[in-house]
């Protein structure tokens, strides 16, 4: 059974930093490319970040860059995401996305964990 389980959300103040997780199993992590979305009330969910199989090349959505960091721990099937100066516009609910290496038809979702970015 396949699941992605996500945890680290909650209510942080403008400027301050959380570090999102995501634990996989029922599948082989290493050979998925991990990606952080995220969905904001009203708005389509956008890619944030993606890490490939191996963590060696990430990309960012520009309004995260610099802030924003995707890392991998293939031993431990897991995904983070440390997110730094956060913002008000970051609020959203946050998913983990798996996306098989060989084939973009075959990926799996998180059910999400809430951010929100308030004083």
């Known amino acids: 059974q396949v699941q992605l389980v996500e945890s680290g959300g909650g209510l942080v103040q403008p400027g301050g930093s959380l570090r999102l997780s995501c634990a996989a199993s029922?599948?082989?992590?290493?050979?998925?490319?991990m990606s952080w979305y995220r969905q904001a009330p009203g708005k389509e969910r956008e890619l944030v970040a993606t890490?490939?199989?191996?963590?060696?090349?990430?990309n960012y959505a520009d309004s995260v860059k610099g802030r924003f960091t995707i890392s991998r721990d293939n031993a431990k099937s897991t995904v983070y995401l440390q997110m730094n100066s956060l913002k008000p516009e970051d609020t959203a609910v946050y998913y983990c996305?798996?996306?098989?290496?060989?084939?973009?038809?075959?990926?799996?979702w998180g059910q999400g964990t809430q951010v929100t970015v308030s004083s």
């Open positions: 996305n798996a996306q098989w290496y060989y084939s973009a038809n075959v990926h799996y």
């Open positions: 029922g599948f082989t992590f290493s050979n998925y490319v």
């Open positions: 890490a490939t199989i191996v963590g060696t090349i990430t």
